[in-house]
């Protein structure tokens, strides 16, 4: 009798925790929806609700979409991934140099996702057989592979003529729809999908909910956390290419900068930065938000320094009211 009572008992409490509306969970869409409220209010009549505007926004955090939703899983296992800006540049040149050395554009696509899947895997291993914190491994790695992109081309920006690759990375639309949308779309549902559709997905929230447990239970979290900064490292590699493809060039300098706001657009997207949840849908909405700052604060005639200080602002509030870590 005691234990039917506590049975009962228990799911009453989750009927009660699912009706239960906790608004910590949709502050970034609550954030969203305000700042693209008080931009169109006060940039409307410079344009700034204009489909043309609107567009270039996503086209314009498409880079950081596709990052931030790979390191949804890196941060969903406790893990982190400073490497990827530098990896993005790296993939560019190298997937530019295959094809000017003539091994065409598929040579060209699979020499870029390779250099990104190396640098994962070096992370990886570095970080589940040899047990150095992610941290410091992809920040040495963030280092080093910046290096090596100024290195290989001595700074100096590498063209890329092949049409076919710059319309498909990029520069190209499919009737009316911008390729570079299309590859949003594609990795949001493919993410979304792995997440919370897939044993992969919820190994990768056990794995950081409490590892521990996650191994009594029989998940290999070593494995796990490898895969996940593998995955990174080609998502970045895929970042660099529709980069280089939008640029028409490969440059050292792409994705400077770009680990801190896929970081921030995952933690603003609701994933714990201790791990065990995460959302590809809050990430992708946390990676517009950063992008319709910056291009609202653009459109008002800021100059960097003080749009550094106001999206940095407006990123800590957002945090600050977010969804505590679990």
């Known amino acids: ?116 899947l190396v640098v994962g895997a070096i992370n990886g291993f570095l970080t589940t057989k040899v047990a150095i914190p992610s941290f410091l491994v992809t920040l040495g790695m963030m280092q080093l592979v910046r290096g090596v992109d100024m290195w290989i081309t001595h700074t100096n920006p590498v063209p890329i003529l092949d ?25 949001l549902v493919i993410g979304h999908f792995a997440l919370k559709r897939t044993p ?52 050292y300098s792409f994705g400077q900068g770009d680990e801190l706001n896929a970081i921030a657009a995952v933690i603003l997207g609701g994933t714990s930065l201790f791990g065990g949840n995460g959302s590809i849908i809050g990430t992708v909405i946390g990676s517009l938000m950063i992008g319709t700052i910056n291009n609202g604060l653009i459109i008002m005639g800021l100059d960097v320094s003080q749009q550094m200080v106001v999206s940095g602002a407006i990123i800590i509030l957002a945090v600050a009211f977010g969804k505590k870590s679990r």
């Open 200 to 251: 992969f997905g919820r190994q990768i929230l056990a794995t950081g909910g409490n590892r521990q447990s996650a191994e009594y239970s029989g998940v290999n979290t070593g494995r796990i956390r490898f895969t996940a900064l593998v995955i990174t490292g080609v998502a970045a590699a895929i970042a660099g290419m529709l980069y280089s493809g939008m640029m028409q060039s490969a440059r």
């Open 1 to 116: 009798m005691l234990s039917k009572a506590i049975n009962e008992k228990t799911q009453v409490n989750t009927k009660m925790n699912k009706r239960k509306f906790e608004w910590r969970n949709y502050i970034v869409y609550f954030a969203f929806v305000i700042i693209l409220i008080f931009f169109g209010t006060t940039l409307g009549d410079q344009g700034f609700l204009q489909s043309s505007n609107l567009l270039n926004i996503v086209r314009q955090t498409t880079m950081i979409s596709i990052m931030a939703v790979a390191m949804t899983f890196v941060i969903g296992t406790g893990e982190i991934d400073l490497s990827v800006g530098s990896t993005t540049a790296l993939a560019a040149l190298i997937s530019a140099l295959a094809m000017q050395s003539g091994f065409g554009l598929l040579g060209g696509i699979v020499a870029g996702l390779l250099a990104g």
């Open 163 to 187: 049409m076919s690759f710059n319309n498909i990375f990029g520069s190209g639309n499919v009737g009316p729809i911008p390729s570079l949308l299309i590859w949003s779309l594609v990795v």
